[in-house]
């Protein structure tokens, strides 16, 4: 789960930030244009594999092998592997299915991150997956992406990592050392949510008052979840070297024969590697991607399944099965009995400081995406979420939006709830975006794109096959009980589609309904603009080195 500041939304920084800004603050508070991930408007790539955009600073290219890995590695790794090791035990059923689940959970998330590789070396525009679907399927898709980006992806990634927080807080309330497994410990469901909506509202408070609060809480934390790693892999290769191998021997006993059961212990496992997509967005900012993107993907996500199968059998190690699959602070639980009732403690804590470094990142850039689709398109978003506070210049009205957002997410159920929607959602895109590559290796408007990277296509086939089977077996695993669940991710996403006809298909439909708004805004007006520059240069027979990537509706246009 990503637990630093997201990269794609680097280019949003406050002005006076440490870093490179590529917004500023009007007279009037609003947030002025830059590139960003929802925007609608886009660059035309030549044959020097750079991104032509209309606005924006040029972006320098700086890093290299080492700190791509570095920023995959810390994006990677997250509150999953404190929480996520007992759904997945407990639905395979044994120690060694367990461990297959985190490997080729590993695997497969390396075979999609080089497939992201191959789109961004050879669509190098900012937006991610916006450009990629855009590209691929048009803009439907695209703003489609965005849509569920903002109600459902940010928001409950953010619910699910509070979710966490509150478990290890509330099992430190609890914890009694002579009931160490919590077997007669019944902590209430409210508390626990009550808790996760508190950590929420704390970093959105934090983040509204303190502009720089962002960053430092991020660089704060991020240490206390790679201290805690550490120890836990070392506690386990001591407990290994002690003689406890019981739970290794005949590791396959007792697995689950049920092939749906695999298909939702993949995506507990896989919410632990979400962040294998993200060094895209900044990939501007790498040195010979071509070169330098495909081998920081490989030995990062290589480093990344090592790390978190060393930690898991640490787990297995140190902790019986039945303790590893029913635990929601599986990490505490391997405190106290390696070190006592300091040590519980000390890896809650740890655990705490970290998931709350979660919950401030992705509120962080949650925010910025929600500034960025008020402030650039306007198609979901009204323009009053786009304007910083011009005493703090901090993003309070986006803040408290995404707060509201988790908050509702945090209500309907626990941790294994969430993480199921969140890697629903997440998948189901990873797909439509892999199998866009395939089509785009053969659609005769992007064939001829240069690709400096290419990913062997039945790669790139098998990873659309286990992205369906991961998409459809979680549904019928669930049954008619927890099938809505998926269902509600469904529709609120489709529910991007009618919004897309009126606001940007057929603008005349959307004045007509929401036109008495006051201060309503027509969609779309930087695609507009950009859409009358492409027809004057058609017009004026002005030939680009490198086609441009049109939609259906710019070609209806042109």
Known sequence: MKDQLDPRFDDLRPADSSTSSAVSLGGSGQMEKRNSITSVESGVMTNDSTSVESDGPVVVPHMGLVSSCNMIVGL????????????VTLKVGAVGSSLCVWTVGGILSMIGALCYAELGTMITKSGGEYQY?????????????????????????????????????????????????????????????????????????????????????????TAA???????IIIIGWVWLGKGHTENFQDAFAGSSTNALDYGTAMYMALFSYNGWNNLNYG????????????????????????????????????????????????????????????????????????????VNGNIWAASRLVMTAANEDAVFMPPFFGKL??????????????????????????????????????????????????????????????????IWLPFAIFFVIIDIYLVIAPLIDAGSAGVYQYIICIIIGLLAIPIWFVRVKKPSIGHFLFGWIPGYQEAFILETRRKKEQKKAHLANIQTQEPVILDDDEKTEL
């Open 76 to 87: 990677i790794i997250g509150s999953g592997i404190f929480a996520s090791p007992g759904p």
């Open 133 to 221: 679907l855009k590209a691929s399927y048009g803009l439907c898709l695209g703003l489609t992406f965005s849509w569920a980006n903002l109600l459902l992806t940010n928001p409950i990634g953010t619910a699910s990592i509070a979710t966490v927080f509150a478990q290890y807080i509330m099992e430190m309330a609890y914890f009694n050392p002579d009931d160490p497994n919590g077997e007669n410990v019944v902590m209430p469901d409210y508390a626990i949510k009550l808790v996760s909506i508190a950590c929420i509202w704390v970093v959105v408070l934090f983040n509204a008052f303190a502009r720089k609060a962002g960053a430092m809480v991020a660089n704060v934390f």
């Open 225 to 231: 979840k790679l201290l805690a790693l550490t120890m």
């Open 389 to 454: 506070n011009e005493k703090r210049e901090t993003p309070i009205r986006a803040l408290v939006l995404v707060g509201v957002i988790a908050t509702i997410w945090c209500i309907p159920g626990d941790f294994t709830y969430l993480a199921k929607m969140y890697s629903f959602t997440g998948w189901l895109f990873y797909g439509f975006t892999v199998f866009g590559l395939i089509l785009m290796r053969f659609k005769k408007k992007t064939k001829d794109l240069p690709r400096p990277f290419k």
């Open 283 to 358: 990939i501007a900012e790498v040195k010979n991607p071509q070169r330098t993107l495909p081998i920081a993907i490989t030995v990062s996500c290589i480093l990344v399944t090592m790390v978190y199968v060393l930690g898991n059998i640490a787990y297995f190690a140190t902790l019986p099965v039945s303790t590893v699959a029913t635990s929601s602070t599986v990490a505490m639980q391997l405190g106290m009995v390696a070190m006592g009732k300091g040590g519980a403690y000390f890896f809650a804590l740890m655990v705490v400081l970290s998931t709350f470094g979660a």
